[in-house]
């Protein structure tokens, strides 16, 4: 009589420990994203108000805070970055408004991102 021979089957798939490791590496990923994607949507929104107040804003510098107060209120979320913030220069007969400002994130208490925005009109 013949015995029946056990072929070693090879298993295959991830441990919990690798399950871990890569749902540990992806939380840590989706929270850096959640927490910075807010600030570089305020960075663009705020990029795009200070073109449309040099374009359209006025002529005095009085003038282009005033206007630039004014576009801060209608936006929602511009926090960083007041109309007293503005560097505003002619060049060329062409007005020129740069700002630069700088966003700490709070990521896990006592860890901290901080990021340097800079900017000027086109």
Known sequence: MSRPTKTAQRQSGI????????????CSVALVAMKVIPALTEYRTVSSM???????????VPEIRAAFDRAAQ?????TSVHSRDLDI??????????????????????????????????
Do not use: H, R
């Open 15 to 26: 441990t919990l420990i690798g399950l871990m490791f890569w749902a540990v590496l992806f």
């Open 50 to 60: 200070v073109n449309k107040v040099a374009q359209t804003g006025g002529s005095t």
């Open 89 to 122: 220069t002619k060049e060329n007969d062409k007005i020129v408004i740069k700002f630069a400002y700088d966003k700490e994130i709070e990521l896990i208490s006592p860890v901290y991102l901080l990021i340097k925005f800079q900017g000027q009109s086109k």
């Open 74 to 78: 209608v936006e929602y979320g511009v």
